[in-house]
């Protein structure tokens, strides 16, 4: 497949899968495009002279040749570039510096907080060694991440600040840059820990479901009772004190809220500016999203689309996640390929030190990689994380949304089909209608401003 | 006339 064509609140859109340039179109170019291979411009006349002027199928065949001329249109395939090396560095670990929580979260994948396994905090002597396990596995890089998870990572401040203290000390003799993120359920958040935050630039992943009683149905306190109050209050002020800057706030969206799209617009109304919903992942369980809701959640998107281009014209916009698509520049094709890195550039480190792919792989003990005091182990599966990438998984490498999506996420592909080469179908279905919705987006706000 | 092109791959 090497374009990708549709219709979207009234504009008709080809992309050119592999040179990545978005293309609007007239209908007649639309249609034409069911019979244009490049090559065929015989059929294409033939095809529509009766439904269009011969004169104006020469036009737009003119027209699509010299898009071919500049590899605009029907570009080649592209493949692994030979600097995709063999040998990948680490660029960031999710530190797991608590498996407790303070919430009972209906769908957390971390079963509440301890992943299936006993509660237990992260010394400080394991968070040491996983920010030496980044340094002495990156190589010539300069830029490197880590996240601050849990469970709830507050619940143990102490070893979030010591790796803190521990971090820039090594930066400055080692040259590394470490950027920090924390996600937290926002339970613990006050004053003292917000200007903490701050003073340290620690970007933050903050929980918010969206309505009152989304949020509280799914994200109960330990005694059961909802938390949607207490955690607007305090992600109010923690945003508040950070000048609403360096922040997500992401929420879960469930079978219980297939009308997520109020949500979203619930929290932008509440002021806040940078947000995420994503999809819940789960089976055979009364919240988990299903084929069957694939359509509604499909309006949903559209109808999200919709009220983030009247906000954005009023000089109320906000800034949603999967919107957000570079068309000029984006990431190379090395990173489009190895997509978030888990398993072989990015890695989750649990409170005992032992190194699993990622954060949604920890428990899976087939998984385990190895720990923070004597490396990788298993040399057999970050290879394999390394070679899923979309050029080598049947299913990606004739999708259209190959580029923009790196594969999906190789812990759904696993956990709904136990193959990381065989991606979660409802995934894909939602990843490709997120990106049509912001490449219409990107699309008709370039032409708005008459880029 | 027909279409236009919004945007200017193979181009740490």
């Given amino acids: 497949m090497n374009i990708h064509k549709f219709y979207l609140n009234g504009l008709y859109i080809i992309l050119d899968i592999n040179s990545g340039a978005v293309h609007v179109v007239d209908k007649m170019v639309y249609d034409m495009m069911d019979v244009f291979d490049g090559s065929n411009d015989e059929a294409v006349l033939s095809a529509f002279s009766g439904q269009y002027l011969a004169e104006e199928v020469a036009e737009v065949l003119s027209e699509l040749h010299q898009l071919i001329d500049e590899n605009k249109l029907f570009s080649k395939m592209v493949e692994v570039p030979l600097h995709f090396s063999q040998k990948p560095l680490v660029k960031s670990v999710c530190l797991h510096v608590a498996h407790d929580c303070n919430l009972r979260c209906n769908y957390c994948f971390a079963g509440t907080g301890d ?84 003073d340290n630039n620690i970007s933050l992943v903050l929980s918010l479901d969206g309505r009152r009683e989304v949020h509280d149905n799914m994200r109960p306190f330990v005694n059961g009772a909802g938390s949607y109050d207490m955690i607007l209050k305090n992600v109010t002020k923690t945003i508040d004190s950070r000048n609403g800057q360096n922040y997500y706030l992401r929420g879960t969206f469930t079978a219980h809220n297939l009308d997520f799209a109020a949500d979203v617009l619930d929290i932008a109304d509440k002021g806040f500016t940078q947000l995420s919903v994503e999809p819940v992942v789960a089976e055979d369980c009364d919240y988990a999203l299903t ?34 698509l570079d068309l000029d520049n984006g990431p190379c094709v090395a990173k489009r390929l190895s997509g978030c890195g888990a398993g072989h550039e990015y890695f989750a480190v649990t409170p005992e030190g032992d190194l699993y792919p990622c954060h949604q792989f920890v428990g899976r003990e087939e998984f385990l990689l190895g720990d923070v005091f004597e490396g990788v182990k298993n040399t057999q599966l970050p290879d394999q994380f390394r070679q899923s990438h979309v050029l080598n998984k049947a299913e990606c490498r004739d999708c259209w949304a190959r580029f923009y999506c790196s594969g999906g996420c190789h812990a759904n592909a696993d956990l709904f089909n136990k193959d990381i080469n065989i991606p979660y179908k409802i995934g894909c279905e939602l990843q490709k209608k997120r990106l049509e919705c912001a490449l219409m987006i990107q699309a008709l706000l370039a032409l708005e401003s008459g880029k | 006339k027909h279409i236009i092109t919004v945007n200017k791959l193979q181009e740490e």
């Fill in chain 1, 291 to 324: 084929e069957e809701h694939l359509p509604q959640l499909f309006a949903q998107y559209d109808a999200l689309a919709q009220a983030y281009l009247e906000r954005k014209r009023k000089g109320q916009g906000f800034e949603f996640f999967h919107f957000n």
């Fill in chain 1, 115 to 198: 992943f299936g396994h006993t509660r237990g905090l992260m010394s400080k002597e394991v968070a040491e060694r996983a920010v030496e396990f980044i340094i002495e596995n990156s190589g010539p890089r300069i830029n490197s991440e880590i996240d601050f998870f849990g469970g709830e990572p507050l619940m143990n401040m102490d070893t979030v600040r010591h790796a803190v203290s521990y971090i820039r000390r090594r930066e400055t003799e080692t040259g590394k840059k470490f950027k920090l993120t924390l996600t937290t359920n926002g339970v613990l958040l006050n004053d003292e820990i917000n200007q903490y935050l701050n």
